[in-house]
Structures are given as C-alpha cells and as structure tokens.
C-alpha cells in the first residue's frame, strides 16, 4: 500500500475474514497453549507452521481457481501432488544428482493435469466440479499403471534437508520457501495486470471479455497455475515424509477449499485472496492439532467427538462472515 | 374528505453501510389513480417502492394501506394484501416456460397438485389481451430465456397482472420496451384505473409520464420533495424539481446542436460531419456487413463525427456494434480503418484495433460490480501501464484513474470502494471512461444513456462530444430518437438489418426519426403518429433487394 | 422366489478336477501392502497353473467402498469363477453377497479381515494376538507405571478395533498407562502429525504404540523432537522403517520391534481354497469357528534384526516381511 | 375478475408438441443407457438371467436412491458434501435398533428415516438460516454426522432384520427383482413431488433465487425443506444398502457422496441449480454401474481400470455436457455476473 488508507472504521475491519479468521486462529492458539504449555514453544510453532504450509500451497492454486469464478473449483489438487511427489521420488531415487531434473518433470507432469483440467471446463463445459472430480480418477488410475501400485524411489536429501532441516534462523526451508511463495502470489494478484484481470473474470466474465480480456486465458491459466502449486505442494509432502505412496495427497482436497473458503475466498468468484487462504490454512491445522491434543477424539469415545467437534468449530467460524447475502434488503 | 389516503408511507428511512437509501420520505397516493414517482439515478424511487413491496425492510417508517398498518415480512405479505410489483431487475426464471412465471408463488392446486388447467385459465386472458406485444403470438410454453427483452419485460408486466393486484408496482417497466408494446401496457394501465387499481410509476422518459400519470412524486436525495397535479405542471418544472435547479435550456450537449444549427448548409451533398473536417477520409467504412441480424450494412464515419445508429428497437443495431467489436456474429463484408481492413475475432483483437465498446447492460456488461472503482477504471487498459506488460505500480494506476475521473467529473468516494457503491449515473460514466487510456479511434455506444436521469445524461453527452473531439469516431445507438438528436452528427436509421435513411443537417429532428423509422414498418402507424411527415420521407438511400447477403459471403464464424 | 443358479451360476460342487478359476475381491488399493499381497498371489497362482490345477485368475481390484465391493464380488459370481478371495472392506457388511456366491456353490476364502459370514473360511492372522506381541514388547521397555501414547488406524475399522482391544489388553495388565489415544488413518503423513502433536502435549512419556504403516512417520515425528533414545518406539516390519532401524542401531542405543504381518496371506489362502475346491474336508481342529488361523511369522527383534534385514535389504521401502504357507504347511489344515 | 378477458384460443400443448421438445439432456442420458446396456448384454455373461438382473438392480439402487437425494438438493441451488455420511448415520441407527429382528424392523426403519431427515434439516438451516456457502458448511456437518455415526456404531455389526433383506432379494414373475420395482417407486414418487408446488418452487429457487423471493416463493423454507427431503431420501438409500449388505457398518456409504454428484451430472442436471431432474440422476447413476462393470468385464488390465474408468465417466459427462450446455449461452455474451 503506498497510499494512506483513511482510517478504515473498525466495525468494517470486525467484518473483513482475515481478521476474524485470524483472531480466530490466536484464539485457538491460546487455548491450545494454556492447555499444553508445550503448544507455545518455539519448536512447536515451527513444527505446526510446516504441517500447515504443505496445505498452504497447495491451496494457492485452489485460491485461484476459486478466484477465477464460473462455480470454479479444483478437486484434483490432492491427485496432482500426490503425482508430483511420485513422479519426483522415482527420478530422484533417493540422491541429489536427478534433483532438478526430477523436480521439474514432477512440475511438468503437474501441470499436464491442469492442462487437462482446463480443456475439460473450457472446451467441453463440463462443471469444474465434477471434471476435477473424475481427474481424480484419471490421475489415480495413471498412477497405478505408472507404479503398479508401488511407487519407488525416495527423497533427495537435499529436498528433505529443505523441508525438514534449520536453515536461517531456526526456520526451516519450507516456510522460507512458503513466504516467498506468499508474497509472490499476494503480489501476483495485487499488483499485476493478470491479477486484475483475474479477479475481473471472477466478477464477471462478460465484462471482462468486453474490456479486452482473454478470459479463457485467464482461466486456463489458473488451472495450469492451480495444479502447478498443488505439485510443488506435492513436492514438498515428499520432503517431509521422505518416500511416497500412492494416498499421499488425498486429504487436501477438500481441506485446501476450505482453507480458501475460512479465509474469505468466497466461491461465487472474484473476492477473496491468499492472506486470507495462509490464515485458513494455519486455522484448520491448529484445530485439530488442538482437538487432538485435548484428546477430545481418542479417548473412551474413540475419534466420534473429534469428528463431531471440527466439524462445529468450523461451522461456527464460516457463521462469523463466511455468509451469503440476505434475500431481504 | 378525512378518510385516510388509499396508500400512504410516512418517515420511511433505509441505509446500506453508509450509503442513505430513503431518509424519512413521505408518500401518499389514492386508489384509482396512476401516480409516477420520479426522480434523478439514486433518489431511492425503487427502494421506497421496495420497501412497499415487501423485498426491502425499512430501518424507520410505517406503511399504510386502506388505512390499515402494512408490515410485511416479505413479498409473501403484501401480495397477500394486494400488492404486486415489477421489479427494476427483472425478476424471472429463464429455465421457465412463459405459463410457470406467471403463476410462480400462486400456482393453483387441485389434489395437491398444481392444477395446469386452472393455471392456464387464468394466465391466458392477460397473454392474450398482450399478443400485440408479443408480435401477436400468446407464447404460453415458451421458455423465457428465449424470449428477448422486451419480452421478457411484458411477461413481468402479465406476472404482476395475474396476482389481481390492488396496487401495481411499475418500476421502470417500459425502459426496455418498444413503442407498440408501451401503448399496450397504456391501455391496460387506463383499464386498471377505471377499476379502481392504484398504479404505481417509475420512469426516466418524461413523455410517458404526460401521456398516462395524474399524479407525481418528486424524490431527490432520499425524501420526496414535492407531489404534482401532471396535468396542471409543464414539464420544465417537473425537471426542475428532479434537478433542484432551475433549467436553463432544455437539456443536453446544447454546444453540438449549436454549431450543427450555424453549420453552412452543405446543400445535401456529403454528410456534413460538423465535429469532423468533411474533406478527411473516413476513419472508419463499413461494407456490406453481414452477421446476426446484419443483412448487408454499409456506412461511414469521420473522425471526430458522432453517428447514430436509429430506428425501433432490435433492428440490428447492438448486432452491429458487436459484430464490429468482435463480439457478434460476422459473415461476410468488409470493414476499414483507416483505410486498412480489420477483422477482429475477439473483443481483445478490436481494442488492439482501436475500438472500445460501451455495452447497454452496464451491470452485466460494463462494470464488474464487486470490484473497487479502481480496477474497473483500469481493466482495459491494466496491460499498456504496466512494467513488462505485467508489474503494477499503484501509484500510476490511481493517477491514471484520477485523470479519467476528473476529465469526465466522476463522483466517488474511494478509489478503493467497489463500483457497486455509486450511483447509476457514475457507474455509467466509469463504463465509458475506462476507455479513454486506450486512446480508441473507434467508439461504439450502445444506449448509453438507459436508465439514465436528465442531469446524469447531459454528463454523459458532454463526455460523447468530448471523444469525438478528441479525434475518434463514435457510433451511438439509442431507443431514444431525443438524444440522438441531440447528440449525432448524423443519424443512420436502421430497419431488419439494413441502413434505410441517413439524416443530418435540419431534417434531423425527433420528427423525422420517428417517422423514419415508421415509414419502413406501415404508412397507417406512421400517419397516426407524424400525420404527414411521411410523405416528405426521401427514398431510403439503399435498396433492400440489392443488399440480400449472396453466396459470396461465406458462412465464417467470428466472435467468441 | 430366490435366484438359485441362473445363466450365470458358478462351477457347481461336482466339479472337483479343475481346472478351477480364481476371483479376487480387493477393495482397496492406497496401499504397497495390497499391491504386494496381489503380486504375491499372482507368482503362487502361476504354479498351480503349470501344474494345470486353475486355469484364470480374475482380480477385481479397485478403491471402493462397501456397496463397490459388493458389486466387485457379483461381477466375479457372474464371471463363473469357482472361488473368491476376498480382502473384504467390512467383516459384516458383505454377508448377503457372500451367501449369494455360496447359493451358486463358490468358495470363499477372506483374507487380512475376518468376516462373520459362516458361508466364508477366514484364512487369517489373528490381528488382536498380531497386537500384543508388539504391545507387549513396549510394556516391557516402559515398565510398569509407564507412559505411552498410541497412534492408531481408522476408529471403527474392525482391524484397527481388533488390534487396538488386543494392545489394551496388554498395556492394562502390565500397568502401563496410554495418556493419549488418536488416529491417523494408517496413513504415514498424517502418523508424523499426529505423534507429533501428542508428543508436543505429552513430552514426558516414555514409549509410543503405533500401527504399522505409520512407524515409519512416528520415527521422523521423533527423530525430529531428539527423542529417538528416550521413548520407545513399536516398529514395523517394512524395509523402509528397517532402514532406518538400521542406521540407528550403528549409531548408539535405539531399540526397536516389528512384528510382520505377511502380505502373503493371499498365497496361503490360495493354497487353502485351491484344497477346499479339490474336495478336502478341513482337520478337525484346523478351524476355530469359521477362522483358519495362520502363524505370526517371526518378529522382528534387535536380537535378530541383521540376519531378518539381510533377507530384504534390496526391496523397496514399500516391501514389508513376508511368510506364506508352503504347501506341506496348507495340507496340515485339511485332513 | 377477469374483466380483461378477451376470447382467443388458447395455444395448448399438443402430443406431438411435447414429443418434439425433448429436452437435449434427455437424449444424451437415454443415449448412453442404450449404449452401456446393449454393451453389457454383449460383454456380460447372464446378464439379463434372473440372478443378473437382480443383481445389477440389487446393486443399482443405492446409487440411485442417494444420487436422486442429491438432485433434489442440487435442483434447488444447493449442494450436499454430507451426503454420504448422512447415509452412514441413518444406516447405523436403524441397524442397531433392528437387531436382525423383524419385529423391530418398523421402528427401525422408522427412526432411520427420522435420523436422515434430522441430518436434512440441520444441514438445511445451515445452508439457509445462517447462508453458509453449501460446499463448506456441508463439508464441515459431514464431519459432525461421521462422528456421530462412530458413536451409534462404535464397530462393524448389527444384523439387518432377515425380511428387509429377503425381500431386497426377490424376484416377482421371474425377471422383475423387487429393486427394480423401488426404482420405479422412487421415479413415481418423483414425479409425483414434481407436481406439486413445492416441485415448483425447487426448480424456481435453485433457477433464480431473487426471482422465487420476489414472486413470494418462501425461498429459506424451500430451501431447508429441499435438504430434509433429500436427507430422508438418503436414509432410504441407507434402508437399502443396509438391505444389500445384510449389516451395518460405520463406514457404509461415505464414499457414496462424491459418485452421487457425478450421476446426477451425467444425467443432465445443472449443478448450478434449477434444471434437471431425477429421472435423469436414476439413469445417471445406472450408467455409472453399469460402466464399472463393463471396464471389467471388458477384460481390461487390473491396473488399467481405474484409469479406463475415469477416462470414460469425463468423456461421458462431457458428451452430456456438449448436448446441452453448447445450445445455451454462448461463452462470451451472455452469463456473467451471477
Ligand atoms: N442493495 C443495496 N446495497 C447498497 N446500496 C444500495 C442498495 N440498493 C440501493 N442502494 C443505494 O441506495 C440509493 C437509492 O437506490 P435506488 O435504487 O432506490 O435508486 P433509484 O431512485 O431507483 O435510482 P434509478 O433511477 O437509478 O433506478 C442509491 O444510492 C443506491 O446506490
Ligand atoms: N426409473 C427410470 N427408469 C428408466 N428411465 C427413467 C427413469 N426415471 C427417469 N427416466 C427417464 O429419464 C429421463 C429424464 O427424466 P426426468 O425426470 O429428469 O424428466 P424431466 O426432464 O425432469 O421432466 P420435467 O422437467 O417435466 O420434470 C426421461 O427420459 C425419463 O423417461
Ligand atoms: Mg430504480
Ligand atoms: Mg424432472
């Protein structure tokens, strides 16, 4: 911001998702630490900040797709890591020669999933919901012929040292790495003309088109773009765990929209943002970190009030703004 | 003589954030009669009916009907105690035959299923009193969506009219409608009158008010300041109570009508291009143009002159626009600028060109309404200020939208705010200005000025002059022959999709247009309406039989 | 009316000579244990193809849930199979469909999952036995009064219900008390997480029980905290964690148990069904109610652990500890 | 008082009319049931022998039963994540009350109907009273419904009472299994809700739901009412994978979610809400089985299915989408701003 903002009123700022998703997340923190001390050390936020960045970026291109609008949404961002990280590992095979190379046909073939993705939703107009849905399918199915079921090789050491290892300042690589990601797709949609545009085809594509906008383009490119990230997720996934197997990406699917949704994304199309995706994705990671150090889930009752409970919490957090508009003026 | 008015909401307020919608407006009317409600873009005539209606709950202020407290929950409520409404926004369901719209909320059941005998029993009667609004069908199980606006406008108006309503809300219902459906609707509206319906009516067209309203309510700023006799008030004084200034002249782009006036009478020869040297070449020549609804269109325009496109309504004038601009069908024929062919296939080819297009739908087409009035501002042109074609600096943008703004005196709080915030006329005013940065050489206009007020359009006009001036050619189309008269050089009046009269100099008069436009569609309408002005018609410049799209003409496909 | 046999009946119960064909219901496949459970199957199958016993395997093999498995298994009825082994996705849920495959005379063999059916033999470990041993391993390292934290499967999951009641039992008789119970869906990313979390809340326990297919995260979860010394960890018997267990044998004082549960099921049950469809009537004290329990192949120690890893030190990570049947050991459950 | 009135005839529909204005999706699905049918016939031994039609039927219904549970949903503009484990919880609370007891059987069914509703309703006020986005809030209660289901049924087991499961496996007059009759009850049933107002009112909410409230549709009770209706649709897609299984489980039908959106998909309904219907999610969900086992019993590679099979549902669905989406709006000019 280079301008000065005039003193935004403090009812609209109790009104803007990032706020309240971020008050929200302290919230839990503090709960979480006056619980288990343990929660609020140094050690403890770095380890769950890392958890929350593999859903952190993969969820940067859900954000954008979501973004782009027309009911947009990517379901296949689970596969297209899952892939990713398979595709790395088996070229990588557990040394730093192939790194690059592997990283870049983990990315390549990432994105072909994109690619498809968009063909789907542009060119034969089939809803976006269900053609990344059946892409799950696809992907999986692939991965099986690729594999046979057992995909081999391991991570770099270089990759995991990424992920896993101190790098500057008792942080590891991976949040370092997921900050420049941040401010690159912040500034990506803030201060460029392929995020306005973005956010235009979002709002509406009609007018886009007849300013002069491409919005097939645009959206192409945030599918490409969407499965991109969710490879680089992939990668990284692969770091941390170090081998891979075939359900590594499964739990973001759904768990990388509402990331996008808690955070302000709203998935009519063209509001919303990352900062408020990094919160939601920060948010959902602490929750159950929380629930399950209160070991709400595993005691006599099994996992049922764990379940139960998230499922709530995240209720109620969506009713503090995640609403739609009123029929009645 | 005490017995309380038929209708009457009194200290009505409704704020949204921080914009006042109503601030404690009054409002009497009486039964039997058809009351206009008037008043500049955002006077807040649509949400005081609203709040009548049921869909707006007021903050302050009470409802009164038959005497009787009126506070409804919803639309359910007062439909139930007869009111019923055509909304600005229409409101049906495309997915939905003609037959299920018109009963939707009140569908007879029989059994406990809908009864699609007694629906149609009584949908049909107001379908069929409307045939000639429908070019003389009763399209019952036509789906709506396939329907074009005007129609879709009629079918609302028959929506209304199936609730048998007590009072009859008519928000800007003839702002889409053709002259022959307007005087359907006239007629059923004196019928409604006579039977004791208080007809409720928002328009922007002063002459729709003279022809069918006795009364008037003035609203600016939220309140209603004055309620009028029409019958007994001129029409300069009714803008005089919308603007709250006193008038001088009539109204817009007096400059343009002037020089136009003084202009040496070329004798008929070319187009006197008043804006534009007459000697120039064109900037812009279209030949033989075919497409949807183009059936062999040829013109051309001077830089710096301002055409109009005329005649009724849907005669291919916005398919033109949209063919030229990439976004319509194209099939064959030839378009030059600058003497250099062009044949844009996407609307992106066409700004590369040099041609910007201000579409008639600002919501759906112009603005993106959700976004600040920043980006909207800058959408068009985002590309050509940034490094590389893509890194932002926010500081550029802000002053290049700040020059627009002020060049086209926009109003507006934050740059920052979303566009949905303004008022119509300034929304209006951002669908045109966003386009100055890319320096078009060719502007289409269509119906720019739609549900305009009187003050908003005279802004509007000025900015048109001001393009023009500037160097560019600009087309505009527009229902009203009013503003076309005030506003063109030069008028083409269109019919089925070919240019039939050309006028300029001293025929171009609202007179001539209309009679114009009439003389193509039967001698007897046009007598009824200019008595002899159609006998002075020239011959239109263009034969139609010689302009069948050939076989020449290949099918192409262009556009989206 | 009941269809009885149809078109599309199977072999029928005469047909004793064979060659006999074999279906195969699995249903699920996010996991190397399956794949490695249908290569094995499919290397055993091949032999008694030579020896012209069966003549087709038919897998059906795919992610599905209850309803898809219990189409799988009509789709293999219809294609006329003569038996069915079947690793099934709920030990009840599937009894209607298996009584169905017995109207047309099939024989069925589950594999990994007991199920209730008595229409099915169970050729199975016993999963809760397979738990204790590991448990039991633990309880001794933490001693009495120790503190654990558990990292299970799926809640509900009768596997996971089966082990878990087996492990409880254990740590209940030997005082050892479980401070914190959770699940990660045997999923080796979500096993990381979740021990980390709960050695976060809990950093003074002294050992974690975790279900195999997610040692291998609860061991980085652990490597990253510097606790691989001082809490004691339940391994399993996969090359990928054995790798590891290896490294850290050679630098100082790591401990650790994996107790195999042998993919090869499949082969043993094999062997079984391919007797059962000769003709052979089981031992008498072969079944215990409709379950043909199988040996819990030799665990995996610090004791022993060099000559078990030498066995496998070239598979893959994925590769866990097998042990099927010989044929001599099937022929020992039939009379 | 129709004062107004004027005489004319009226322009009624004729039979032939109604013939020729077969909506393009219609075409689309009934073209892909000929086809898989046909193709299963060929491919598939006994396929239409007594054992194989029940068995296909037996299998069918579920599928059908949640997939028109969902459309119903999706017609009025809204969504249903939660739908699986709804199923889950419903199942589970009938199981443990029936007890494999046939005299229990009625308040079973009975109170695993009440629980889908429950579970309708809840997501319905969700959806409508607080305005959640449907695809989070749905998202989030399907978590809550899973949890509970764990709680009814904390393991495996319950027997369905043996009427419910021997009736599921009838066949009347040799060829016509009892499933195939429900399926048809289910279309009646259908249409029968179809005509009446609240069909009416579905369609106009999930159509245009500013235009339903302006024209005193009560959008929020049709709304809340559209997710009870198919939450208790979904309790009896419970009642009947329970019958095809023969016991709980508490993880029965959780993956039913994802395939019922597709059925509905390829049988023609928008998933923006508004066009459709379940006639069309019955054949959809129909095509869906009937393409699983064609991959197999095409003689496809194990490890190839998966893929073949995914391959073929988004070439489906795209056939689907290509009939009737192309004649609708063309991508740039119309749309927009929803
Ligand atoms: N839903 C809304 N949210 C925010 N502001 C609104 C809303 N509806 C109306 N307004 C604002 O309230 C004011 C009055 O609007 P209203 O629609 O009543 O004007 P109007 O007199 O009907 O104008 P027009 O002639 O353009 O139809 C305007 O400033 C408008 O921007
Ligand atoms: N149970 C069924 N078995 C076989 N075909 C069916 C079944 N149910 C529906 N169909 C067919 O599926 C198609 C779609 O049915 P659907 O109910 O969607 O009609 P519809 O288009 O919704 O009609 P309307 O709009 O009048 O309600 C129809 O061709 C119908 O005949
Ligand atoms: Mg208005
Ligand atoms: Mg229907």
Redesign the pocket.
């Known amino acids: 911001m280079t301008t000065t903002i005039p003193s935004i009123p403090l009812r609209r700022l109790a009104k803007d998702p990032v706020v309240i998703s971020g008050a929200v997340t302290l919230l839990l923190w503090g709960a979480a630490s006056l619980y288990s001390p343990a929660f609020a050390t140094w050690g403890h936020i770095v380890t769950t900040l890392t958890v929350a960045s593999f859903l952190g970026v993969i969820a940067i291109g859900q954000t954008l797709v979501i973004i782009a609008g027309g009911e947009g949404i990517d379901l296949s961002v689970g596969a297209a890591a899952t892939l990713s990280a398979i595709v790395a590992s088996r070229f990588m095979n557990g040394s730093d020669d192939g790194l690059f190379f592997a990283v870049l046909a983990a990315l390549a073939s990432a994105c072909v999933i994109g690619v498809v993705n968009a063909i789907g939703v542009l060119v034969f107009r089939v809803p976006p919901l269900v053609m990344t849905l059946g892409m799950i399918a696809v992907v999986a199915g692939f991965i099986r012929l690729y594999t046979g079921g057992r995909p081999e090789g391991s991570a770099a050491p270089l990759l995991n040292q990424l992920v896993t290892g101190d790098t500057v300042l008792g942080i590891p690589g991976v949040l370092w790495l997921w900050l420049g990601l941040s401010v690159l797709v912040i500034w990506l949609l803030r201060r460029t003309s392929y995020g306005w545009r973005l956010y235009a085809v979002g709002a509406n594509r009609t007018t886009a088109y007849l300013s002069g906008v491409n919005p097939s383009a645009v959206k192409f490119s945030a599918y490409v773009l969407s499965s991109l990230f969710a490879g680089v997720g992939g990668l990284l996934l692969l770091g941390y765990t170090q081998n891979v197997y075939t359900n590594l990406g499964a739990d973001y699917m759904l768990n990388s929209v509402a990331a996008a949704v808690i955070g302000g994304t709203a998935l009519v199309g063209g509001v919303g943002g990352y900062l408020g995706t990094i919160i939601g994705a920060i948010l959902l990671t602490v929750l159950s970190a929380l629930l399950r150090t209160m070991q709400i889930g595993g005691g006599e009752w099994g996992d049922a009030p764990r379940q139960i409970l998230f499922g709530l919490v995240l209720i109620i957090v969506l009713t503090a703004y995640g609403r739609q508009k009123r029929l009645r ?1 | 003589m005490d017995s309380p008015p038929f209708l009457r909401m009194s200290g009505v307020r409704k704020r ?2 921080g ?1 006042t ?1 109503l601030d404690g407006a009054d409002f009497e009317a009486d039964a039997g009669t058809v009351h206009a409600v008037l ?10 009916l609203k709040v009548l209606t049921g869909v707006v709950g007021p903050d302050a202020g009470e409802v009164r009907l038959r005497g009787e407290p009126l506070r409804p929950r919803g639309p359910r409520d007062t439909l139930a105690a007869g009111v019923a409404s055509v909304y ?1 926004e229409l409101s049906l369901v495309e997915d939905f035959t003609v037959l299920d719209n018109l009963l939707l909320g009140v569908e007879p059941t029989r059994f406990g299923l809908r009864d699609r005998r007694a629906a149609t029993a009584r949908a049909l009667p107001w379908l069929e009193r409307f045939a000639p609004a429908f070019g003389g069908r009763v399209p019952v199980r036509e789906r709506v969506g396939d329907l074009d606006p005007g129609e879709r406008q009629v079918v609302e108006v028959c929506k209304a009219l199936v609730r048998d309503p007590q009072v009859l809300v008519l928000d ?1 219902a003839t702002a889409s409608l053709r002259r022959g459906q307007v005087e359907v609707l006239f007629e059923v509206v004196t019928d409604l009158r006579e039977r004791g319906v208080l007809v409720l009516f ?1 328009t ?1 067209r002063l002459a729709e008010i003279f022809s069918v309203c006795d009364r008037a309510t003035v ?1 600016r700023n ?1 309140t209603d300041v004055a309620t009028v006799t029409v019958a007994d008030t001129p029409e300069r004084e009714l803008v005089e109570l919308m603007s709250g200034q006193p008038q001088a002249r009539s109204s817009a782009a007096p400059a343009r009508q002037a020089a136009l006036r003084t202009a040496p009478d070329t004798a008929g020869a070319a187009a006197p291009a008043v804006g534009a040297d007459p000697s120039a070449p064109p900037r812009l020549e279209v030949r033989e143009l075919t497409g949807d609804r183009l059936d062999g269109v040829s013109l051309h325009v001077r830089a710096g002159e301002v055409l109009g496109l005329g005649g009724l309504q849907g005669q291919g004038q916005s398919e033109l626009m949209a063919a030229l601009f990439g976004s319509g069908r194209r099939t064959g024929g030839t378009v030059l600028l600058n003497g250099a062919p062009v044949r844009p296939r996407s609307p992106k080819q066409a700004v590369r060109a040099g041609f910007c297009y201000v579409p008639g739908n600002r919501g759906g087409q112009g603005l993106a309404l959700g976004r600040p009035i920043l980006e909207n501002f800058a959408l068009p042109s985002v590309g050509r200020r940034a490094a590389l074609g893509v890194a932002l600096s926010r500081r550029r943008e802000v002053a290049a939208a700040r020059s627009v703004a002020e060049r086209i005196n926009t109003r507006y709080g934050s740059l920052d705010d979303p566009v ?5 006329g300034n929304q209006q005013k951002i669908v045109v200005g966003k386009w100055f940065p890319t320096e078009p050489s060719v502007v289409l206009m269509d119906d720019p000025a739609k ?1 305009i ?1 009187v003050g908003a359009k005279a802004e509007m006009f000025e900015v048109v002059a001001e393009l023009a001036a500037s160097g560019a050619a600009v087309i505009v189309g527009s229902s009203d022959d009013r503003e076309l008269v005030e506003v063109c050089d030069r008028v083409l009046v269109m019919f089925e999709g070919r240019v039939v009269d050309e006028v300029f100099g001293d025929r171009l008069t609202e007179d001539t247009l209309i009679a114009s436009a009439m003389h193509i569609t039967g001698a007897d309408v046009a007598a009824a309406h200019s008595g002899d002005a159609a006998a002075e018609l020239p011959e239109p410049d263009h034969d139609p039989e010689a302009r069948a799209p050939g076989p020449d003409h290949g099918p192409e496909e262009g556009g989206a | 009316s009941t269809p009885e046999g149809g078109g599309g009946g199977g072999g029928g119960e005469g047909d004793a000579e064979g060659p006999f064909t074999i279906g195969v219901s699995n249903g699920f496949i996010g996991s190397e244990w399956r794949e490695q459970m249908l290569s094995a199957l499919e290397t055993a199958f091949e032999e008694y193809e030579a020896e012209g016993v069966v003549d087709e395997l038919v897998v059906e093999s795919a992610d599905v849930d209850i309803n898809g498995q219990i189409q799988q298994i009509r789709n293999l009825i219809r294609s006329d199979v003569d038996a069915i082994i079947v690793n099934p996705n709920s030990p009840t849920a599937l009894d209607q469909v298996f009584a169905e495959a017995a109207d047309q005379g099939i024989q069925i063999v589950a594999i990994d999952q007991a199920v209730e059916s008595e229409d099915v033999v169970n050729v199975v470990i016993d999963q809760s036995e397979w738990a204790s041993i590991s448990a039991q391993w633990l309880a001794d390292e933490v001693g009495e009064g120790g503190q654990i934290i558990a990292v299970n499967g799926i809640d509900g999951h009768p596997a996971n219900e089966d082990r878990w009641s087996g492990a409880s039992e254990v740590f209940d008789a030997a005082g050892v008390e479980v401070v914190a119970n959770d699940y990660a869906e045997w999923d080796q990313n979500q096993g990381q997480t979740v021990t980390r979390d709960l050695l976060a809340s809990n950093p003074d326990v002294d050992g974690v029980f975790v279900q195999d297919g997610m040692a291998l995260g609860a061991f980085r979860a652990l490597e990253a905290e510097g606790a691989l010394e001082d809490v004691a960890l339940v391994g399993e018997a996969r090359v990928g964690y054995m790798r590891e267990w290896d490294a850290q044998r050679e630098e100082g004082d790591f401990s650790s148990i994996g107790v195999p549960n042998p993919p090869s099921v499949s082969v043993s049950a094999l062997h079984v069904v391919v007797r059962m469809l000769q003709g052979q009537e089981f031992a008498a004290d072969a079944l215990d109610g409709n379950n043909a329990w199988l040996p819990i192949p030799e665990t995996v120690t610090d004791d022993n652990f060099d000559d078990q890893f030498a066995q496998v030190e070239d598979e893959n990570d994925a590769y866990a500890v097998d042990h099927a049947l010989t044929s001599e050991e099937a022929d020992a459950y039939f009379e | 008082m129709n004062l107004l009135r004027s005489p004319g005839t009226a322009d009624l529909p004729s039979p032939v009319r109604s013939v020729l204005s077969v909506r393009m999706p219609t075409v689309a699905v009934g073209l892909l049931l000929l086809v898989t049918v046909v193709a299963s016939a060929v491919l598939q031994p006994g396929f239409f022998s007594p054992y194989g039609l029940s068995a296909s039927f037996a299998t069918f219904l579920p599928l059908a039963t949640i997939a028109a549970a969902q459309t119903i949903i999706v017609l009025g503009g809204g969504i249903d994540l939660s739908i699986g484990t709804v199923v889950t919880l419903s199942s589970a609370v009938s199981v443990v009350l029936m007890q494999g007891d046939d005299g229990r059987l009625p308040l079973a069914l009975a109170a695993g109907l009440a629980t889908g509703a429950a579970c309708g309703l809840f997501n319905g006020l969700v959806v409508a009273v607080l305005r959640l986005q449907p695809i989070v809030a749905t998202f989030a209660t399907s978590s809550v419904f899973g949890g509970l289901a764990l709680l009814v049924l904390p393991t495996p087991g319950g027997q369905a009472a043996p009427v419910l499961t021997g009736t599921y496996r009838m066949v009347l007059l040799l060829y016509v299994p009892i499933p195939a009759i429900l399926l048809l009850a289910l279309f009646l049933g259908w249409r029968l809700l179809r005509g009446t107002r609240f069909g009416q009112h579905l369609y106009a909410v999930g159509g245009n739901a500013d235009a339903a409230y302006t024209s005193a549709v009560p959008v929020s009770a049709v709304r809340v009412l559209s997710y009870t209706l198919g939450g208790l649709v979904a309790a009896l897609a419970g009642v009947a994978l329970l019958a095809d299984a023969g016991a709980g489980d508490p993880t029965l039908g959780t993956q039913l979610t994802l395939g019922s959106i597709a059925a509905l998909v390829i049988g023609g309904t928008r998933l923006r809400g508004g066009s459709g219907g379940v006639g069309g999610a019955l054949v959809g969900a129909v095509v869906l089985s009937l393409i699983q086992g064609l991959v197999f019993f095409a003689g496809v590679p194990t490890n190839a299915r998966e893929f073949v099979y995914g391959c073929i549902i988004i070439a489906a669905i795209a056939l689907a989408g290509l009939l009737t989406n192309r004649n609708g709006s063309a991508a740039g000019t119309t749309g927009g701003n929803r």
């Open positions: 003026g | 949204y954030g914009v919608a008043g500049p873009n955002g006077s807040g005539k649509s949400t005081l600005q800007e928002i922007h609203m939220g949905s915030t303004l008022s119509g549900g007020d």
